[in-house]
């Protein structure tokens, strides 16, 4: 019985917003699984809030739903779709508590919705850590001692038995916040009262810490035969301690004796056993004592997961697809291993290299938090390399990183020593320079625990970084089997080895003769750079398949789509830098190279190639520069009469003192050459700017410092749009619902604008196009606007373009139904705008799309989580309505942060926001909420003969907000700062939300929305649709249950909501 | 400088890690990713060269544990990238010292993903391992001076001298078994005495008059390098055994019981050495990551190499019906069989591990409870 007949409509849940601990990896997952089961014939019934994936591309599914991964809207869903199964572990946790709250309230009885790839139970014997331990005792395996604790005196009771130090694990927070490793008494008290009260229901669990040991993971898959293979086994450098997360891997497993590593797989086949994970691929973690080889089991993921998608792209074995095809009844021996055709899945990879994966941090990012690596995982994004040596892997891996601040290691050794005791960001920095100064083995040993076999490598690589490089750069191919079977699939990487008898290297690349494109990725995922551009890349390489030429992808990120063998001709595992590329190019001569997908990665490659040779498809370098360059762009502006905000950029503190006074007040100053706002700041006297000059090296290296004169209440607008140099199509506009010096990534927008007025769009319009035409844009460019509400009439700003695909690139795809990149793509290959026959009703009929971002504060213990000029969400959600303020909500509550229906708002507001905020108050309490505010607030409130409470300010002591707020008698947080960027009271205000897990929103225009939202919220429940019927995709055949088609109000809806349609017409005139 | 040279002249150059000195015989390659000191211990590899195909091959050092007999068997390893680091809990010395210390020939450095290619195209052959000063032309000569693997009796070069007794390691007391050593690997004498079992262990030169002397209740065949079709002698005492003993066999003592019923064996392409071979036991339905060391196979009924289907096909012998219990699921060859009548049992694959996967090890309880009943 291979496939499984009785089921026809599968659902699969994915993993929503791209969030620390959950990142690309669940799209890279997601969509092999919908490829697989739509190969099978199974409709997939797809819901996801993140538009920037590839599975919520509308091909992948039959029915695609961009709603909130929450058990009502996903309940609606059901109602409507009626999958028979639905599919719960390809989503990360997030999928996994829903289908457990999905099994719990019953939904999944009520409509006949079978649990497949892991039940109920086994889901609650994995993710309840009670539950887990009793199960691997049950089955005889040791797990760390551990008790839990609802008081600190519990706590200190146990504290013998369990010793110190301990792990303490609050139940029920948000990625283990407020935990942590308590070494000494004092510390433990600490830990415990600070985990006690973060966690909701008061309690902790108390571990037994195994700091120190080696940390290893095992990759496993079993089938409905009850056959089990490990697919790989990682081991994490780092021991344990630091999150796999944060920790530096290598795979496969290097230092344990086979006798050993027999042990861990023995036991990782009886864990997924005993947890009872019928089908499909586990993560087991497992601790191994060094000296006595003693082991205990950490945890298991009953799902594919992080760790899964690395072991993946490391052995060639794609997880999620066959744990697929596992889920809907095939074995693993009757599914064929595709990179050898000849074998089947029911083997364990083996394999001939070494590779090693490098978590990516960003707290430069994330001002005074604490950025030491811990038990609770904070980098945001991952690079993997494959050499074959460790040496080989390990720098490459290095050089994929991408930092934009170099770590300073100029500091005497035995403070560089005292660093390495604590694990932080940059420890391999470290070790590698203490090492080059002399430390020895002994030493870092001592502080780090790492293993010596590592340690020797590195020492190896500080005495010389270049030998592992010697011999010729030889591409061979990844085949799971170590070349003891042919391997058809073409996924090379590059070894440095003898070269053959000729002299010339042996290289593995079967070329061809078909013409091929090179598409450069974007690296490790990084705030201001993840998922969108991985997006943008895939849809490259279809569309460089679909014009008859090889795709060829250079990428070096594990979680990503990109770096999946199917998407592209060929795929070259490498490092983003000009020598790693060239050196791809050298072997494929490709016609072309695509640079303007990848975000700046590529880009700042651009220049390189060209003056390599290579012929850049789109865009010129030129051009390019002219876009980045101020001077050029200012120039260009000034020659279109074009305005910009009074600017001036000097190259010292004194020049730039001296600008200020005639760009004016306030002013927005950055170094010259940052993305994603790196160190922006707003500014209102000279005092600030001196303080900022000081406090960030902005003019170092003889930077440039930009001082832009910042626009107040300003409407922040995003534009993308297709130029092929002759014709523009106005991909869609997007107004921002916070205001301009909310950076763009960070800020909600909305489409289509909901405010700005057919004059306002038609000059947007006319701007963008102008833009486009006089930089001799090829492909996709991204403009920002400010609009400027003056006296008489509102006034346009141009505050940048950037002439290469952007962030909102997938979600514009999505609300409009134009696959933006795609179409980017084609012009790039030489088609033009008009011969693309664009659809002239793209614009979902009626309906408003919101983008909202997700921030990841909560994983940043001291961070303020106020939003700035600054980038810092990780991810992003998309709300679907009729109205904006339902679309609103929607995007809210898929953001992890639903509005409440009800309960008490604390709104404290600037002095020149007293009136406005005066006004949301009062609406608020229309809406039936309890006000309380500050003084000063609640005197502005009172006036408009609004009931409020007054709550003392935390310098006027306790009781006082912070006090309620972390109380639980606050549901909303109504906060905008002064202006003056004095923000230390405020700060306390949101650190407490945050912890809380309260919406706690910042500006203004950011509460009308809520407000707005929660009005419509009350109406009743959102409808959900799903994108097939957003735009009209006819519906695969056969779908049992197919949904209403839309009211006919909604047709007219789509007559009067010409807009979108008009902009294409004209634009393509 | 180093170099690898093969039978067909294909060189690959590295530097000498091990001892001094050349070594010639048949170039193999194992998959394995840990397991190095298991595998050149292990007698099945005598006069063969290991080629790993793991670059890092020494990370944990050696230790007496791992010894899978008293020696090291291979001729010489060659590697990609060989570490001498004895830092590891339990090591007692470094690979490459230990090699030098027993003089055996090492390289590293060698593009051993390129070897190993060059090999699955063109089939294991003869070759050495030279250092720089020996011209080609010598290498050469002393490649072609070797004799190929087939019809080649190597037995005898790592039989024990004379018959040896082994207390059971297990409290209760079991079945004492007959062993024929061909070259058994320590893990298989350790897992059956684990179990109970007494160990006679008879060197392969023995009679079948000799092995009953012994009484036993069952006979144990085993591992070993070389060409079953050169073991006649040998497959001539076991046909006089099978049918009044239960019997086990293993690897080469799978191969020898095959042909002692009247079976064929053949000589595989490149044969399989690794530890992640999938094999299907055709009973049960049931997959194992399998251990592997085997340059030879037996023939299926009607003398096909390999068998489509997963059934569990019987075919006529001159002891009755074999059944075919086992099959490799990566090139359908023969992985096992059985002979009820004779209370027959064999396998081609290592369920002792050592180094590999414990997948198999059941059948060692199955053996000792077939003597029972
Ligand atoms: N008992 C322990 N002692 C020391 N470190 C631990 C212990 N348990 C977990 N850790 C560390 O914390 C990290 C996260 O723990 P884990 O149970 O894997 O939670 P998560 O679900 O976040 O992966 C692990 O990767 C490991 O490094
Ligand atoms: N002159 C300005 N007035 C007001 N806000 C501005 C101005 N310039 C930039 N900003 C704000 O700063 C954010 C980041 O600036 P931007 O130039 O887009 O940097 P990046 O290249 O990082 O996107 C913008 O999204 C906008 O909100
Ligand atoms: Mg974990
Ligand atoms: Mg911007």
């Known amino acids: ?470 011999g010729v750069r030889s591409f061979k191919s990844v085949d799971t089997c170590a070349a003891e079977f042919a391997a058809t699939t073409p996924y090379h990487y590059s070894a440095w080895e003898r070269p053959g008898p000729d002299g010339a290297a042996r290289h593995e690349v079967i070329r061809g003769d078909r013409p091929c494109v090179v598409i450069l990725g974007s690296g490790p995922n990084r705030i201001g750079q993840g998922i969108e551009f991985d997006y943008c890349c895939v849809h490259a390489a279809m569309t460089v398949r679909a014009s008859g030429r090889d795709a060829v992808m250079i990428n070096c990120n594990p979680e990503t789509v990109s770096t999946d063998y199917d998407t592209s001709d060929r795929l070259y595992f490498e490092p983003l830098t000009l020598e790693d590329v060239l050196a791809v190019i050298e072997l494929e ?179 963008t196009r102008g833009i486009a035409l006089e930089l001799g844009v090829v492909g996709l460019i991204n403009v920002q606007f400010a609009v400027v509400q003056a006296r008489a009439a509102a006034e346009l700003f141009v505050i940048e373009a950037n002439p290469r695909a952007s962030r909102t690139v997938p979600f514009v795809s999505k609300a409009v139904g134009l696959p933006l990149a795609k179409l980017a793509c084609r012009l790039m290959l030489g088609e033009s705008l008009a011969s693309l026959e664009l659809p002239s009703d793209p614009m979902s009929g009626g309906y408003v799309a919101v983008k909202e971002a997700v921030l990841p504060f909560n994983r940043f213990f001291g961070a303020d989580s106020l939003l700035g000029p600054e980038m810092r969400s990780t991810g992003e959600v998309m709300g679907v309505a009729r109205d904006f303020p339902t679309a609103f909500a929607k995007a809210q509550a898929a953001a992890g942060s639903a509005l409440p229906q009800s309960g008490t708002v604390f709104v404290t507001v600037t002095d020149a926001d007293k009136a406005a905020g005066a006004g949301l108050a009062a609406q608020l309490h229309d809406l039936g909420f309890r006000i309380v505010a500050t003084s000063g607030t609640a005197a502005a409130i009172e006036r408009m003969g609004v009931p409020v409470t007054t709550l003392r300010k935390v310098a006027e002591g306790s009781p006082h907000v912070v006090d309620a707020i972390a109380g639980g008698h606050v549901d909303l947080v109504i906060n905008t700062p002064t202006g003056s960027g004095a923000r230390s009271d405020g700060w306390e205000i949101r650190r407490a939300a945050v912890t809380r897990g309260i919406p706690c929103i910042t500006t203004l225009s950011g509460g009308q929305a809520a407000a707005r939202a929660i009005r419509a919220a009350r109406e009743g429940q959102a409808a959900v649709i799903s994108l097939q019927e957003l735009h009209g995709g006819a519906r695969p055949a056969g779908g049992r249950n197919a949904a209403p088609a839309l009211p006919e109000s909604a047709a007219a809806e789509t007559e009067a909501k010409v807009v979108s349609a008009l902009e294409l017409k004209r634009g393509a005139a | 400088m180093s170099y690898v040279l093969l039978e067909d002249g294909a060189r690959f150059d590295g530097e000498a890690v091990g001892a001094p000195g050349q070594a010639t015989g048949e170039v193999v390659f194992n998959t394995a990713m840990s397991g190095y000191q298991e595998s050149v211990t292990d007698p099945s590899y005598a006069r063969q060269l290991i080629t790993f195909t793991y670059p890092h091959i020494g990370n944990y050092g050696v230790s007496a544990a791992a010894m899978e007999s008293d020696r090291i068997h291979a001729r010489a390893a060659i590697m990609r990238d060989a570490r001498n680091h004895a830092g590891h809990a339990g090591s007692q010395a470094g690979w490459l010292d230990w090699l030098r210390e027993n003089e055996v020939p090492a390289i590293s450095g060698v593009d051993t993903r390129a070897l190993v290619r060059h090999i699955r195209e063109a089939g294991s052959m003869r070759g050495g391992v030279f250092p720089a000063d020996v011209g080609e032309r010598d290498a050469a000569a002393a490649i072609v001076a070797e004799e190929s693997m087939v019809g080649l009796d190597l037995a005898r070069e790592v039989t024990a001298a004379a018959v040896v007794e082994l207390a059971t390691t297990a409290r209760a007391q079991g079945p004492t078994i007959a062993l024929i050593d061909t070259g058994v690997k320590s893990s298989i004498t350790a897992s059956l005495r684990a179990r109970g079992a007494r160990l006679q262990i008879h060197p392969c030169t023995t009679s079948a008059e000799a092995v009953m002397a012994g009484a036993p209740d069952a006979l144990m065949l085993v591992n070993g390098p070389g060409d079953p079709a050169a073991l006649g002698y040998l497959v001539a005492e076991v046909r006089k055994l099978v049918g009044s003993l239960p019997v086990f066999g293993i690897c080469l003592g799978h191969q020898l019981l095959c042909r002692a019923v009247g079976l064929e064996t053949y000589k595989l392409r490149f044969g399989h050495r690794g530890a992640n071979h999938p094999v299907k036991d055709l009973r049960t339905g049931r997959i194992e990551i399998t251990s592997q060391n085997h340059g030879f196979a037996v023939l299926g009924p009607g003398g096909e190499r390999t068998i489509e289907g997963d059934r569990p096909v019987r075919w006529e012998t001159d002891f009755g019906a074999a059944e075919l219990t086992h099959l490799n699921l990566y090139d359908r060859t023969v992985e096992g069989l059985r002979l009820p009548d004779a209370r027959a049992s064999t396998v081609q694959y290592h369920p002792e591990a050592g180094p590999g996967p414990h997948d198999a090890l059941h059948l060692f309880d199955e053996f000792i409870a077939a003597i029972g009943g």
């Open chain 1, 589 to 767: 001569r490709p016609e072309g190279v695509i640079v303007q997908f990848g975000g700046q990665t590529p880009l700042r490659l651009a220049a390189g190639l060209v003056s390599a040779g290579v012929r850049l498809l789109g865009t010129s370098v030129d051009a390019i520069d002219a876009a980045e360059d101020r001077g050029r762009f200012g120039e260009l502006l000034r020659r279109l009469g074009y305005q910009a905000p009074p600017y001036a950029t000097a190259g010292t503190v004194e020049e730039a003192l001296a600008a200020a006074g005639q760009v004016g007040f306030p002013l927005l100053v950055r170094p010259s050459y940052v993305l994603g706002g790196r160190a922006m700041e707003i500014v209102y006297s000279l005092e600030d700017l001196a303080g900022y000059l000081g406090r960030s090296n902005a003019h170092a290296q003889g930077r440039e410092i930009y001082l832009d004169h910042f626009l107040e209440n300003a409407i922040e607008v995003d534009v993308d749009a297709l130029c092929d140099g002759t014709d523009v199509v106005i991909g869609g506009i997007m107004q921002h619902v916070e205001e301009a010096g909310i950076h763009s990534g960070d800020s909600a927008c909305v489409l289509p604008p909901h405010s700005l007025g057919d004059e306002m769009l038609e000059r947007i319009r006319e701007q």
């Open chain 1, 1 to 470: 019985m291979p496939r499984r007949e009785d089921i026809h409509r599968i659902m699969i849940l994915g993993s929503g917003p791209i969030v620390i601990g959950q990142a690309a990896e669940f799209d890279y997952s997601g969509a092999q699984a919908c490829k697989v089961l739509a190969e099978e014939g199974y409709e997939v019934i797809l819901v996801n809030s993140n538009p920037a994936t590839i599975m919520t591309d509308p091909e992948f599914a039959t029915a695609t739903y961009i709603e909130p991964l929450l058990p009502g809207p996903v309940a609606q869903i059901i109602a409507r779709e009626r999958p028979d199964a639905l599919l719960p572990t390809l989503g990360g946790q997030t999928a996994l508590n829903l289908a457990k709250a999905l099994h719990e309230d019953g939904t999944l009885e009520r409509y006949g919705v079978e649990l497949i790839g892991a039940d109920y139970e086994a889901i609650r014997r994995a993710e309840d850590r009670d539950l887990f331990r009793e199960t691997m005792v049950a089955a005889g395996l040791r797990v760390p001692k551990s008790a839990i604790a609802t008081s600190v005196e519990q706590a200190l009771a146990v504290s013998d038995q369990i010793g110190l130090p301990a792990i303490v694990r609050p139940a029920f927070t948000l990625g283990g916040q407020g935990g942590g490793i308590a070494r000494t008494r004092e510390e433990y008290g600490r830990i415990v009262a600070g985990g006690i009260a973060a966690s909701p229901i008061g309690q902790v669990l108390i571990e037994e810490s195994v700091l120190g040991w080696g940390e290893f993971e095992l990759e496993v898959m079993r089938d409905r035969n009850d056959n089990v293979v490990i697919v790989c086994s990682i081991e994490n450098v780092d021991p344990m301690g630091v999150h796999t997360g944060d920790s530096v891997t290598v795979a496969p497993q290097q230092t344990l004796p086979d006798s050993v590593y027999q042990l861990l797989r023995d036991q990782a086949i009886a864990v997924i056993r005993a947890v009872g994970v019928e089908t499909g691929g586990a993560n087991v973690q497992f601790a191994v004592e060094p000296r006595s080889g003693e082991i205990v089991v950490i945890e298991m993921n009953p799902r594919v997961s992080r760790s899964s998608a690395l072991a993946s792209k490391a052995t060639g074995f794609p997880i999620a697809k066959i744990a697929a095809r596992l889920a809907v009844g095939y074995a693993l021996e009757e599914i064929s291993n595709d990179i050898t055709r000849a074998t089947p899945a029911s083997f364990e990879p083996t394999i001939d290299y070494v590779v090693v994966k490098w978590p990516r941090f960003a707290f430069e990012k994330f001002e005074g938090v604490d950025a030491g690596l811990t038990t609770h995982m904070k980098s945001v994004g991952e690079a993997m390399a494959i050499g074959r040596t460790f040496a080989q892997a390990f720098l490459k891996a290095m050089r994929s990183r991408e930092l934009d601040v170099t770590p300073a290691l100029d500091i005497p050794l035995e403070e560089l020593l005292g660093r390495l005791a604590q694990p932080g960001a940059s420890r391999y920095d470290e070790l590698l320079e203490a090492l080059r100064r002399g430390a020895t083995i002994e030493q870092l040993h001592e502080r780090t625990s790492i293993d010596p076999w590592f340690l020797h490598e590195l020492a190896a690589i500080a005495a010389d970084p270049q030998a592992p490089f010697a």
